[in-house]
C-alpha cells in the first residue's frame, strides 16, 4: 500500500461506528491509546518465519544477556510489533503463547495509581524497557492483563492501520461495564455504545476518536478468560486466511462478515497465539485511488 494512498485513508472514516481511523506513525496515537503489541511465545525463531511469511515483516533482534531476548518486528523499515520468549515461569503455569496489549501513557508510575484507585492492580514491574521507557503489566477488574508503556524506543508502533499492521485492540469480557469503568478512569476514556455485529459492542474513545473496544461476552459465545485481542489489517482476508494455513497455522474461526462493513477472520500461530486480522470492505474511492 502507497503512502499516498495510506495519508488519504487517514483523512477518511472507514466505518459507519467511526472504528477505524488510520494512523501513521507513534506520534499520531495518543495517550491513553493501545500502541503496541507483542507475542510472547514457546518457539521465538519459529514465530518470527510465520509471521515473516504472513505479514511480510523482519525482525531486528535487540535482546542481551540484561534484558532478555526480544525481536522487533518491522514492516517495511517501520516497526509494528514485537516477539520474545514466553517466559519458563509462565510455561509451568500452562501459561499459552499469547498476544499482549499495550497502552500508551505519560507516566508509568502515576497511571498505576489510577489503576489501584480504580480497582486494578499491578502484578509485574514497573522495570525499564528499550532506551528510557518504562513499562507494567496491570490486570483490571475482570481480570484481563494488559500492558502500559511510557517513554523509550520509539515509544509504539510506527504505523498502524495498514496491512501488516495492528488495525484494533479489542477486550472480551462478561463485564463489560466494569472493564469500561476502569478503562475510562485509568485513560481518560470516553464510552460509546455501537451496532457493531450480533453482540453488544463499547467503543473506548480519547477526545471523540475510536481506540479500543470491548466486545461483551455474551452466554453462547466460548467460554474463556477475559483477555485483550490484537486485530492486524489486511487487504485481503481470505488471502490471509490461506497464508496462515500454508506458514504451519490455523483458523479460530473462518472469515466473517460485520454489519458495520468488515470482514474478520481469527487465527492461531503454529505456537498457539490467536490474533485476528480485519479489512474495511467500504474504503472511500477517493481512498483507492489516491496513490
Known amino acids: 500500500m502507497r503512502l499516498g494512498r495510506i495519508r ?3 483523512q477518511q ?10 494512523m501513521i506513525t507513534n506520534g499520531d496515537i495518543p495517550f491513553g491509546a493501545p500502541n503496541w503489541a507483542d507475542c510472547a511465545t514457546t518457539d521465538p525463531d519459529a514465530a518470527e518465519q510465520f509471521y515473516h511469511k504472513v505479514f511480510g515483516w523482519t525482525s531486528q533482534d535487540i535482546g542481551n544477556k540484561d534484558s532478555g531476548e526480544y525481536a522487533l518486528e518491522r514492516l ?6 514485537g516477539i520474545y520468549p514466553l517466559n519458563p515461569e509462565l510455561r509451568a503455569q500452562d501459561v499459552p503463547p499469547h498476544w499482549a496489549t499495550y497502552f500508551k501513557v505519560r507516566d508509568v508510575d502515576a497511571t498505576l495509581k489510577r489503576v489501584e484507585e480504580a480497582g486494578g492492580a499491578c502484578v509485574d514491574g514497573p522495570f525499564g524497557a528499550f532506551e528510557g521507557g518504562k513499562i507494567a503489566v496491570i490486570r483490571d477488574p475482570v ?5 502500559i508503556w511510557s517513554g523509550g524506543h520509539g515509544h509504539g508502533s510506527e504505523v498502524m492501520g495498514v496491512a501488516g499492521a495492528m488495525m484494533w485492540n479489542e477486550l472480551c469480557t462478561r463485564e463489560p461495564d466494569r472493564a469500561g469503568e476502569f478503562y475510562a478512569r485509568v485513560f481518560d476514556l470516553e464510552r460509546q455504545e455501537v451496532e457493531a455485529g450480533p453482540e453488544p459492542y463499547t467503543i473506548l474513545k480519547r477526545d471523540n476518536r475510536p481506540v479500543a473496544g470491548i466486545l461483551h461476552q455474551t452466554e453462547d459465545m466460548e467460554d474463556r478468560p477475559p483477555s485483550w485481542d490484537v486485530y492486524f489489517a489486511s487487504d485481503d482476508i481470505d488471502a490471509t486466511v490461506e497464508a496462515v494455513k500454508k506458514a504451519g497455522g490455523s483458523v479460530v474461526k473462518e472469515p466473517f462478515d460485520l454489519p458495520v462493513g468488515a470482514r474478520i477472520a481469527v487465527l492461531q500461530d503454529p505456537q498457539g497465539a490467536t490474533f485476528a486480522v480485519m479489512r474495511w470492505l467500504d474504503i472511500p474511492e477517493t481512498a483507492q485511488a489516491a496513490g
Open 143 to 147: 481480570g484481563a492483563l494488559v500492558r
Open 13 to 22: 472514516s472507514l466505518s459507519r461506528c467511526g472504528v477505524a481511523q488510520i
Open 8 to 10: 488519504a485513508m487517514r
Open 76 to 81: 517495511e523499515g517501520m516497526l509494528v510489533a
